[in-house]
């Protein structure tokens, strides 16, 4: 049985310092009027700005006052004392969930946690994943997160590191966070294309020497193009001496640290983004996914960066922007000028990207779901959908319209969010198909692609009941749905896909019987949500003994519009691709969601079943669409 949870939940965020503006975000939206906070320094740094949001209890300023001192001349512990305080503050203010920050900075509080046994999330971020990996001892202490509800990284390259320090893979995601998305995608001029915009504190990682030679040698071939830079830091003056020395003050705008105001006008202004993200060679400091990234997404920018960290998690290159190699100041010019003549192209997919996944409020739900807090008690006065709904609805709309062409009202998601489930007993284990499926179905909408929606391996339902509800307020209203699924897990894994002991499953080799969800429970779930059975069907049985020339015959099948693979493992899936085979259509979306297991390699699982089928079936092409969370990728398929 599921842990009751409190009727308020009241949640503490722990943070090295206030004011960034990604902790914020978490003091802010998450709880509302039911969040502290407990930080290390209380002191701001540039450009930190804190409101006062939430009750703070700050580490520097106890341990400054007179008790702590005069315990400390007489030897008694520090530790001991740090604790027994916080441990005092988080009882007083009723706290029942805790959330850290940088996995190096919240560590030390693990046994406080763990001796009152507060549940807790920690979030990491870029440096604690890499440089404060070099400190003797950090990565033994990281251990100690075995005992956290969930481990959160900004990138997959991060989940990875931990998985191989010996966390359990089963609780480490990906939040790659979350910024805000604009009403619109901002309306930009014809000369937009040749301004290119850095916003950066400017550190080593970020690489600000290797961007402004790349610049000057972009600026060389292209006379029109200019640069202006937000931002302050350590390297700051040396971007300065570079930018005069190399005579570049007519072409590169340096802005300093300036207002928000002025930050957002020029996302509105300038078309193309760029930064150059290294590895600290000094430091070894990392990148987790740099939310200034997210940010120009957000606001329509094509981007142009490095395959550094989680970068190429959110800008697909080629679809959303551009990306090089770090320190390749030759081809980040070459890639400068090609961004430049594709700007519109690029922008218009970063926007949709960042409004179907990186919005503030898309994060907001992920963490409210890893916090184990009910989505009603977590929401004020604002209904909350799960993943992509819970976005703000014009920044999907507007995202979904200059997209596919298709607007989805707010009444839409007003509807939806009524009866959207608080209960994770229905919620899914890949919270990122939701987006991409309803993506697609607006993709077939816009397109009046006609067929049905078909699912092979529905769990407990939740993505096969939100496919229904999407395709319900699209308009949809002669789309049938089709769930496969053996109700007993996954099949007997063969050769290479079979669990090694001790296995990562996210590596491969994923259990018989995993993922196991009784019929008459996914019926349970779907009623209680409400899915119209006049258009729903169920088929029970593995595979390979199920999908039979006579099963489609007597159902009536119609063409594909849209199909959700969740399969697993190759024997799982070659059987689904045959039976798919003739009901596939001009336009149909095939959507494989553990596309990446297996290392992503070609020889296994998904990727393998498909590759076959194509070979197969020369007359087909598959036509690469969207890629969703770590795992997911999606097809539009095509007769040739």
Known sequence: MPTPRPATSKLAVFTPELGASFINRHMEDLLPGRTVAVARYSALAQPNVWNGSCPVFSLDRWALSLPVRMARRVGISEVGLRDAAVERFLRRHGVTVVLGEFLDQFVDFVPLLDRTGLPYVVQGHGIDLSAALRKPGMAERYLAYKSARAILTRCEFHRRRLINLGLPAEKIHVNFGGVDVPPQQPQRGPDSCKRFLAVSYFTPKKGPIYLLESFRRAAAGDREITLDIVGGGPLFPAVQQFVHACGLADRVRLHGIASEETKQRLQRECGVFVQHSITDPETSDEEGLPAAIQEAMAHGMAVVSTRHAGIPEAVIEGETGLLVDEGDVEEMAGALLEASSNASVLGKAGYLR??????????????????????????????????????????????????????????????????????????????????????????????????????????????????????????LSRMRFWGFDSFAGLQEAEGTEAPPPGHDATRGGVKKGAFSCSKDQVIANLTEYGVDWSQTTLIEGWYDQSLTPALKQSLGLKPVAVALIDCDLYVSTVPVLAFLADLLQEGSILLFDDWNLFDASDAMGERKAFREFLEA?????????????????AFIMHPR
């Open 354 to 475: 960042a409004a179907s996944a990186h919005s503030r409020l898309c994060e907001r739900s992920r963490l409210i779901r890893w916090l184990g807090v009910s989505q009603a008690t977590a929401r004020s006065n604002v209904s909350i959908v799960y993943r992509v709904w819970s976005s703000t609805p014009r920044p999907i709309r507007s995202a979904a319209k200059a997209a596919v062409g298709a607007l989805l009202s707010q009444p839409l998601l007003q509807k939806i969010a009524c009866h959207a489930p608080s209960s994770d007993e229905f919620m899914g284990a890949a919270p990122d198909n939701v987006p991409a499926v309803a993506q697609s179905l607006a993709l077939a909408s816009s397109q009046n692609l006609a067929g049905d929606y078909y699912e092979f391996g529905l769990w407990r339902g939740y993505s096969f009941w939100h496919a229904q509800q999407s395709a319900r307020e699209l308009g």
């Open 617 to 633: 079936h020369p007359d087909w092409e598959a036509e690469t669409y969207i890629k969703f969370g770590w795992h997911g990728q």
